[in-house]
């Protein structure tokens, strides 16, 4: 039986419930795998701070020569606090040799602080600095969000306040009252909005992605078609909404399992490297 990395031995805490043991995991390094090396003409990463808190900063990382957009990074692990910015990290070399300025965020969790309305109130302000962040981009370049699970839930969200130009979702948790009835991460769409979603509710239609259609911005739904924590029908289910209502949306399906999409040597992150390549 092979060794099972850090980042799915993670995942499998957050999935099981194992009281600290994610924290426990998390402490014991400095990210879920070794981060690829960046480009040695790159530039980064610089911390910025968007707040007082210590969960309110990002990393800009910087390629050579002038950018061809801004790659927002979100990290996901089900809103909760004993997962960080280590889950982004890993995206951000490739990304940066593609010609990407990227900005990897890191924001207030469930447990320390976040949930509804904090965590959307710092992805908010995280996104309100991109125009004013020195990247050297052009200003009609691409800002597009890349957000892996919980990520892939607050880049979507996002993407009504209009910084993105185009959104990947990376096995996104996009259906919050299916995702709360099948009882993803344990609850944890209960903890992250404080309560059991209601379909009727105005405020919970606010930040639940597939009530949000249809989006200005494109939207491609990566996902592991082995996906067992985060089915591949929260995908399905918001492409087919979107569609619908007329947005422009897509199903990009992968090989691979919920963690397969963040694994810099895989062929699902090659794929949604394709993505970002055509913008």
């Keep these: ?39 040695a003409d790159a530039d980064g990463p610089r911390t910025i701070t968007y707040g007082e808190d210590a969960s309110q900063f990002g990393e800009l990382t910087l390629p050579a020569g002038t950018p061809r957009g801004v790659a927002v990074v979100v990290h996901g692990g089900f809103w909760l606090a004993q997962y960080g910015i280590e889950y982004a990290r890993p995206l951000v070399p490739s990304l940066v040799e593609q010609g990407w300025a990227v900005w990897a965020i890191e924001y207030r969790r469930v447990g320390d602080g976040g949930g509804v309305p904090t965590t959307l109130d710092d992805v908010t302000a995280a996104l309100a ?27 979507t969200w996002a993407a009504a306040g209009g910084v993105l130009t185009h959104v990947i979702s990376q096995a996104g948790v996009l259906d919050l009252v299916a995702a709360s009835r099948e009882r993803l991460g344990g609850g944890a769409v209960e903890g992250f909005l404080g309560h059991v979603p209601d379909p009727s509710d105005p405020a919970d239609a606010a930040v639940d992605p597939v009530r949000q259609v249809p989006l200005a911005a494109p939207v491609w739904c990566v996902h592991g078609e ?9 995908s399905e289910s918001y492409v087919v909404a979107a569609t619908a209502a007329g947005a422009v949306a897509e199903v990009v399906r992968v ?16 794929r949604t490297l394709e993505i970002t390549a055509a913008l």
Aim: aromatic share 2%; glycine share 14%; net charge negative.
């Design 1 to 39: 039986m092979p060794a099972l990395s850090r980042r799915r031995l993670l995942g499998l805490a957050g999935l099981l419930g194992v009281p600290g043991l994610g924290a426990l995991l998390a402490a014991c390094g400095q990210g879920p795998e070794e981060v690829p090396a960046l480009p």
């Design 129 to 155: 600095l991109v125009p004013d962040l020195d990247t050297g981009a052009p200003a009609e370049a691409p800002v597009v969000g890349i957000g892996h699970s919980a990520g892939g839930h607050l880049v």
């Design 226 to 234: 082995d996906d067992t924590i985060v089915p591949i029908s929260q």
């Design 255 to 270: 090989p691979g399992d919920h963690f397969a999409v963040i694994d810099p040597d895989s062929a699902a992150w090659a």
